[in-house]
Nanobody, 115 residues
C-alpha cells in the first residue's frame, strides 16, 4: 500500500507564492514518477508538473516559468514551488505517484488565489 500526504496549500493573493510538499510512504520501491495534478471546480483534473526517474521534468504550458517541481529521493518527497500565482491557479492540487504501472493519488490540498 502506498500513501501520499500533501501539505502546503492555502490562500494567497495574486502574485504570491506557495510551496506544496508530498511525502510518499508505504510500499515504495525505487525511483518513480511523481508529480502534481489539479482540479478546479467544474473542470477535469489536469497535469501540472511531473518529475521522472533521471530527474527529467514535464510542465503544463500554463505553469511554465512560474512553477518548479523538485524531489528528494531519500525522503520519497516531491515539492512544487509556485510563484507568480494567478486566480486561475485556484484548484485542489493532488499529489501523484506512478509505480509498477499503478497510479496513486493523495487526498488533495486546496490552493486559492485571490485577485
Amino acid at each position: 500500500q502506498v500513501q501520499l500526504v500533501e501539505s502546503g496549500g492555502g490562500l494567497v493573493q495574486a502574485g504570491g507564492s506557495l510551496r506544496l510538499s508530498c511525502a510518499a510512504s508505504g510500499s515504495i520501491a525505487g525511483i518513480n514518477t511523481m508529480g502534481w495534478y489539479r482540479q478546479a471546480p467544474g473542470k477535469q483534473r489536469e497535469l501540472v508538473a511531473l518529475t521522472m526517474p533521471g530527474s527529467s521534468t514535464n510542465y503544463a504550458d500554463s505553469v511554465k516559468g512560474r512553477f518548479t517541481i523538485s524531489r528528494d529521493n531519500a525522503k520519497n518527497t516531491v515539492y512544487l514551488q509556485m510563484n507568480s500565482l494567478k486566480p486561475e491557479d485556484t484548484a485542489v492540487y493532488y499529489c501523484y505517484l506512478l509505480q509498477s504501472a499503478r497510479h496513486h493519488w493523495g487526498q488533495g490540498t486546496q490552493v486559492t488565489v485571490s485577485s
